[in-house]
């Protein structure tokens, strides 16, 4: 199925909001052909009467399937929708254009629509066929018309959405600073409770007494006063600075507007072009430089495999050479433990000759002059024995005279204590 839209343009709005048969032939004329293969339905519109086609199109309706309707119900809801947002778009056109008009043609298409509204689906064709031909000779638009009210309006709405992002974009900016103004303040009430937490509620209080000392209390606000009075005084000076710069400003302006030097709207559309054309730039440079940061990313993270990789041979490399390092400690070891080898190996050969030396040289005597040595060794320690048990008894008799001697001059001594 195909729909073409109406070319007319209607300041009642009313037969498009009835979603009934009677504002269906309002609004299309509808043909129907039956072919012997299948079923197809051809829709077109037309100017002709809405009478006419009423009766025309009351036949063909009959003989539709659910199907069909359906889609002929969805197709004329969509007409519909188009022409409501047409007929809202050349309202607010013809408001903004002469705003009286729009008074004077609701005036007029109330009237005679007023009577016809409280009345059933009956009167529906009898309405339609009595203002529809007099309303289409008088109120129709081409094509190049509604064009030009179209991009009239789509300029509007262009002011209008640019307007109100303008002011939107004004309303965030204030959030903005009132937001930051508050992060600021609320930074400065918390840096000026902690001073005064650490100055004077734990460090201005007495050990003693555990009060707060009165004169750290006066000191510390006094240092806020001067501080804030230090502050006062730097804003008074920016403030003033600002205000003779917004002077001098305002002089040169007034300047170039004497010297005709003032742009104008011409000036500005060219400005609008030049900064439209950098900012087509600026985005052609920042694709570049993300490209170039793609790259970049890309590149750095190549690099930090490679220093992964040369950070890992490196760790090798120092464990090799701290291996190596000891493997030469352990063979300077084992050559120093070679030449001492060396050496006692000299020592004990230069040993083993002489001792095989001797043992070539030595002369063993024959076993009876043995036999009789050991015999001879035999005796004499048996004598040398029985020496020594013969000095041990005259030892002891040694002793036992030695008593005995004492004794008796003990004896003497007492039966002649004169001659003493």
């Not at 011409?266 to 030049?274: A, G, R």
């Not at 060396?342 to 063993?364: H, I, M």
């Amino acid at each position: 199925m195909a729909a073409k839209r109406l070319e007319t343009f209607r300041l009642d709005p009313m037969p498009m909001y009835r979603p009934s048969l009677g504002c269906m032939g309002c609004m299309f004329a509808m043909v129907t052909s039956r072919r012997s293969n299948g079923k197809e339905i051809k829709m077109a519109m037309s100017d002709v009467d809405v009478s006419s086609s009423l009766d025309h199109d009351e036949e063909p309706l009959a003989e539709l399937t659910d199907e069909e309707l359906y889609n002929l119900v969805q197709e004329t809801i969509h007409a519909n929708d188009v022409l409501k947002n047409e007929t809202t778009m050349f309202e607010k056109f013809l408001k903004r254009v002469d705003p009286k008009d729009i008074g004077l043609q609701q005036a007029t298409t109330q009237g005679p629509t007023q009577p016809v509204i409280e009345q059933s689906h009956r009167g529906l064709r009898k309405r339609s066929r009595s203002r529809g031909p007099s309303l289409d000779r008088h109120l129709k638009l081409n094509a190049e018309q509604k064009c030009d009210i179209a991009q009239r309006e789509l300029e509007e709405l262009r002011d209008d959405i640019e307007k109100r992002r303008d002011e939107s974009e004004k309303i965030l900016d204030n959030f903005r600073a009132v937001m930051e103004e508050a992060d600021i303040r609320s930074a400065e009430i918390k840096k000026a409770s902690y001073e005064f937490e650490r100055d004077v509620v734990k460090g201005a209080v007495n050990q003693r007494t555990n009060k707060v000392i009165a004169e750290r209390v006066t000191r510390y606000i006094e240092d806020k006063l001067r501080a804030r009075d230090t502050t006062i005084e730097k804003l008074r000076l920016k403030n003033s600075t600002l205000k003779v710069q917004k002077r001098k400003l305002h002089m040169q302006l007034k300047q170039k507007e004497e010297m005709g030097e003032v742009l104008h709207e011409v000036d500005f559309n060219q400005l609008k072009i030049e900064n439209q054309q950098y900012l087509e730039k600026i985005d052609e440079k920042n694709q570049d430089l993300l490209r170039l940061k793609l790259m970049d990313g890309n590149v750095q993270q190549i690099l930090n495999t490679y220093k992964k990789k040369l950070h890992t041979l490196t760790m090798e490399s120092s464990r090799l050479k701290l291996e190596i390092q000891q493997r030469n400690e352990l063979l300077s070891k084992i050559d120093t433990e070679t030449h001492m080898v060396e050496k006692e190996r000299t020592k004990a050969e230069t040993l083993n000759s002489k001792l095989k030396q001797q043992l070539a040289d030595y002369k063993v005597p024959d076993v009876l002059d043995y036999v009789t040595e050991r015999a001879d060794l035999y005796e004499l320690n048996k004598t040398v024995h029985m020496w020594e048990r013969k000095v041990e008894i005259a030892r002891m008799a040694l002793k036992t005279n030695q008593k005995t001697w004492r004794k008796l001059q003990m004896v003497h001594q007492e039966q002649n204590p004169w001659k003493s």
